[in-house]
């Protein structure tokens, strides 16, 4: 079992590589410490606090604390969706914190929102307009920064690399299919 | 034999029932746990569910719930009277459609 020590010594170190600082206030950074210790116990790995797991690594990876989006918010918005990770103007409070707009794609929710449900068939009410995907089939994808040669595996490539800052532009990929990725 | 119509919600008493409220959140989400507080400090009466921690077949029909009323999956979606839905914790829009 991890502890929330461990879990805030994690995001601190985390924090100071990047040059960012976290929430600071206390209420806030407890919770959400708290919450990426209880998504770790119950998932198996730290995905946001303030998003819906699949309970599926796999779909959940671009979710994983510091999630991909975390560099693209904290550059727009001064913090990221759920506000563990903060700009300096606004750890010093000169920043308001407020919610920000979902940046993980929709459809990308929507498939991660039917992998969560194992063999329970996908019939969306007559009024729903959205067709969900079949999340049966996973296409990953090797993807390397041509800037600095960082390697990851994934469906899509990271919006920031997270090695050299290169944009996701920098990346290029191969494509492996694997089936039955639960 | 057990209704399926009937998601688990928990209801939250408050002095203000003017409006039928019910929020889709998240157990482990600030921005959930700063709507919940809002709505009990305003003494709103109000109903939740925490998707996370949810049964299969209630988290399938929250998922149509919202996406059939144009909102996103994001949490928390607060539904009033059935008919207006806010997507996060939007204090401006929840007091105007609650007239607090």
Redo the contacts between chains.
């Keep these: 079992m991890i502890t929330l020590e461990k879990v805030r010594r994690r995001a601190e170190s985390d924090a100071k590589s990047h040059g960012y600082f976290l929430n600071p206030d206390a209420e806030?950074l407890k919770?959400?410490l708290?919450?990426?210790q209880?998504?770790e116990e119950r998932y198996g790995y730290p995905s946001c606090?303030?998003?819906?797991?699949s309970r599926k690594f796999e779909f959940d990876r671009d979710i994983i604390c510091p999630c991909d989006y975390r560099d693209p918010d904290v550059q727009e918005y001064g913090y990221c969706y759920?506000?563990l990770y903060v700009r300096k103007d606004v750890f010093e409070g000169k920043t308001s914190v407020l919610?920000i707009?979902?940046r993980r794609p929709?459809q990308k929710?929507?498939r991660s929102?039917a992998a969560?449900?194992e063999g329970?068939a996908e019939k969306?009410?007559e009024?729903?307009?959205?067709v969900t995907e079949k999340p049966s089939k996973i296409i990953l994808k090797m993807w390397y920064c041509k800037q600095c040669g960082y390697v990851c595996f994934r469906e899509e490539p990271p919006y920031v690399c997270p090695i050299c800052k290169a944009k996701r532009e920098m990346f290029a990929e191969i494509t492996i299919h694997s089936d039955n990725h639960k | 034999m057990r209704d399926k119509k009937k998601m688990q919600t928990i209801k939250v008493p408050g002095k203000n029932n003017k409006h039928k409220v019910l929020m889709y959140a998240i157990s482990t989400c600030v921005w959930c746990k700063r709507a919940k507080k809002f709505l009990t400090e305003n003494n709103i009466e109000y109903e939740y569910v925490d998707v996370d921690v949810c049964n299969r077949e209630d988290r399938d029909k929250i998922r149509e719930a919202i996406l059939s009323r144009g909102g996103r999956l994001s949490y928390p979606t607060v539904i009033v009277d059935d008919r207006s839905l806010i997507t996060g914790f939007n204090e401006g829009q929840l007091r105007e459609v609650l007239e607090i």
């Design positions: 806030s919770n959400l708290e919450g990426l209880k998504n606090p303030c998003r819906l797991a759920c506000a919610p707009p979902e929709f929710q929507i929102y969560s449900g329970v969306p009410s009024a729903t307009t959205v």
